[in-house]
């Protein structure tokens, strides 16, 4: 593990295995940098793999306070991702997966310096209808006060839109403490894609950008990557086997990202 700092002072942890390209990866909601081990050891041979714990998970830390989880702007981990890019050297590609792929496109408007970007799943919304500005209040009010637990149900239910009773099966479950222990980061995701459509600045990156999405995800994940590749310029769409429930097939995905990167 290797550690880089951030602008404000949030202490960035982050694995580096294989050689050649650099493709920096971007996690998920939930996601850690462990979750990109399969995927890395599939490009081990051509590709020189980071993944990164974004601010306030497993070994990274988080300059910002939970009482203070409203000063939370997107930029702060803008700046986590290009300090992550600028150690990985030179001709960095990015995947992002889910938010992780919202956040990638985000630092690439901004300037942040990436050659190519591949998105998994993007969760964007195509007909605008759901906006996350409730959404956010709530977890700002629920993550000051100390309430984990509440925070995560909230997220699940009504931003990601889980059924209600299968959460609270989650709550009841042995996974539920680990995903109290980083509540607070809902926040930050929910904020990431709080703006359904893709914006003008992303519509025109000049970037290569590969949008993939599993045949057997849920149904507004399909429309969300096809609405993507058709609205951002230098966009391409390939929809993989498999992919059911969101989830990331490394040794499906690994395939597509080769040609892709080169």
């Not at 002072?9 to 850690?32: H, M």
């Not at 203070?68 to 600028?86: F, G, K, W």
Request: proline fraction near 6%; include cysteine; glycine fraction near 8%.
């Amino acid at each position: 593990m290797d550690t880089v700092t951030s602008t404000d002072g949030t202490s960035i942890a982050y694995d580096r295995s294989g050689t050649g390209t650099p493709l920096v990866c971007v996690s998920p909601a939930f996601g850690l940098r462990t979750n990109y081990e399969a995927l890395a050891a599939e490009l081990s041979d051509g590709y020189q793999v980071i993944r990164y714990d974004r601010r306030g998970r497993g070994d990274s830390t988080d300059a910002i306070k939970a009482e203070q989880v409203a000063t939370y702007r997107i930029e702060r981990e803008i700046d986590d991702l290009a300090a992550v890019i600028a150690a990985a050297g030179s001709d960095v590609a990015v995947l992002g997966y889910s938010s992780g792929a919202r956040l990638a496109l985000e630092a690439a408007a901004a300037g942040v310096p990436m050659t190519k970007i591949a998105l998994y799943e993007p969760p964007f919304r195509p007909d605008g209808t759901q906006t996350f500005g409730p959404v956010i209040a709530k977890l700002g009010d629920q993550i000051a006060a100390g309430r984990a637990a509440d925070a995560i149900a909230t997220f699940q239910t009504e931003a990601v839109r889980i059924p209600a009773d299968m959460v609270a099966g989650m709550r009841r479950s042995p996974m539920w403490p680990t995903l109290e222990a980083i509540a607070q980061t809902v926040y930050y995701d929910a904020t990431i894609a709080s703006e359904p459509q893709v914006s003008e600045p992303i519509r025109r990156l000049r970037q290569p950008i590969l949008v993939l999405a599993g045949e057997q995800t849920w149904p507004m994940l399909i429309k969300a990557a096809r609405y993507a590749a058709e609205v951002i310029d230098n966009a391409t769409l390939v929809e993989l086997p498999g992919g059911a429930d969101h989830q990331l097939d490394a040794a499906v995905t690994a395939p597509a990202l080769r040609r892709f990167l080169g």
